[in-house]
């Protein structure tokens, strides 16, 4: 687990985001998840990166990889390099849970495709017991309304047509920095008016 700035470890089980607070502030936590299986509601989260961004300025990151209470398929170890061996020390998700929660409180989670990400987080949270319910931001959905020229719409594609690099797909904190990135422009370009027309409010938290 690498934390790249002081966070508080000992944190309080998420309250319901303060959305408008949020908003106004441009207050975003940028989130990415590698999981065991294409179906986010059945595979298990193996690594997960946030990076807390105000605005454009960046105030926290931190990524883990995660053990996923079984192996990991042959075709998700050639798409993501994630090897068994490499996960044999890390966390289990409940031990990471309250770190996901405090980077991302009374903060908007973006994700490039956010349903997916979102749907694998909200499954493991439920399962720790816990709540997981922000508001969200999907940078597909954004590049899809503000550049509707492009044929793909995917973040290696987004990416390659802004000049952002984006040397590495398929690993938590590289697909976190270019989405971050991703975000950055559209707000630099198109405002922040129109970026947050398509964050969407808070939905009901999944139970175990």
Not at 94 to 103: P, Q, Y
Not at 173 to 200: N, P
Request: with cysteine.
């Amino acid at each position: 687990m690498r934390l790249h700035s002081a966070i508080l470890e000992s944190a309080t089980p998420p309250l319901a985001p303060a959305y408008e607070g949020a908003m106004q502030g441009q207050r975003f936590a940028v989130i990415d998840v590698e999981v065991t299986e294409g179906d986010p509601s059945r595979g298990r989260v193996m690594e997960v990166a946030v990076i807390a961004l105000d605005g454009a300025t960046e105030r926290v990151r931190w990524d883990s990889l995660v053990h996923p209470r079984q192996r990991v398929p042959w075709f998700t170890r050639k798409l993501t390099g994630i090897e068994d061996g490499m996960l044999v020390d890390a966390p289990f998700f409940h031990e990471v849970a309250r770190t996901i929660a405090t980077l991302t409180q009374d903060r908007i989670v973006v994700a490039h495709n956010v349903r997916f990400d979102m749907t694998a987080l909200a499954h493991e949270f439920a399962r720790t017991g816990l709540a997981f319910s922000p508001a969200t931001l999907c940078t597909e959905r954004l590049g899809r309304r503000l550049m509707p020229h492009l044929e793909h719409f995917n973040l290696g594609s987004l990416c390659r047509s802004l000049g952002i690099p984006f040397p590495i797909a398929h690993r938590a904190l590289a697909d976190a920095e270019a989405t971050a990135a991703l975000l950055k422009h559209f707000l630099q370009d198109h405002g922040a008016e129109r970026v947050l027309q398509d964050a969407v409010h808070a939905p009901r938290a999944l139970r175990a």
